[in-house]
C-alpha cells in the first residue's frame, strides 16, 4: 500500500523560510531511516505557493490563478510518499517524524489509489494498462 504523507504548511514556510541546520539534520536522518527500511518512494520540500499557481475547472474553461493563497492551513509545505504494509504502519513512521515546527502542527496521511481500486468500475483492459505504465514509470525511476 502507497501512502502520501503531507506536511502542512505555516505561515514561515509560505513566507519562504528556510528551516534550520538542525531540523534539515533530523529530517535528513529521519529520510535516511525510511530509505533504510525500504518504504520511501519519494519526499520532498515545497517551495511557498507564491511560486505556484492553480488552474480552476469549469466545464471546458480554464482558468490560471497564480499563487499566492492565502489559507496556509489547507496548503502543502512538503511530502512522502512511503510504500508500507497498512495505515497503522505508515501512522507509526510519522510518529517518529521529528516535528516539522517545534511548536502545534500535523502531518496528515492518505492511502495512494492502485490501479485495482478501479477495477469494478473501469473500462475493460483499463487496469491493465494502468499497470503497465506503472511499470514503464518505475524502469524509467530505476534508469
Do not use: C, Y
Not at 533504510?36 to 519526499?43: N, R, T, Y
Amino acid at each position: 500500500m502507497r501512502f502520501m504523507v503531507m506536511v502542512k504548511a505555516t505561515a514561515e514556510s509560505e513566507a519562504g523560510v528556510m528551516p534550520s541546520e538542525q531540523m534539515l539534520a533530523e529530517m535528513a536522518a529521519f529520510n535516511e531511516e525510511l530509505i533504510k527500511a525500504g518504504v520511501l518512494l519519494a519526499g520532498e520540500g515545497l517551495h511557498p505557493s507564491s511560486k505556484g499557481a492553480r488552474v480552476r475547472f469549469s466545464g471546458d474553461k480554464r482558468t490560471v490563478v497564480d499563487g499566492p493563497f492565502t489559507e496556509t492551513k489547507e496548503l502543502v509545505a512538503g511530502f512522502w510518499l512511503l510504500e508500507v504494509k497498512s495505515l497503522e504502519e505508515a501512522i507509526e513512521w510519522v510518529k517518529r517524524v521529528p516535528n516539522p515546527t517545534g511548536e502545534e502542527s500535523e502531518i496528515e496521511i492518505r492511502q495512494v489509489f492502485d490501479p485495482e481500486d478501479f477495477a469494478d468500475n473501469a473500462p475493460e483492459g483499463l487496469v491493465e494498462r494502468e499497470k503497465e505504465l506503472r511499470e514503464q514509470f518505475d524502469a524509467r525511476q530505476r534508469g
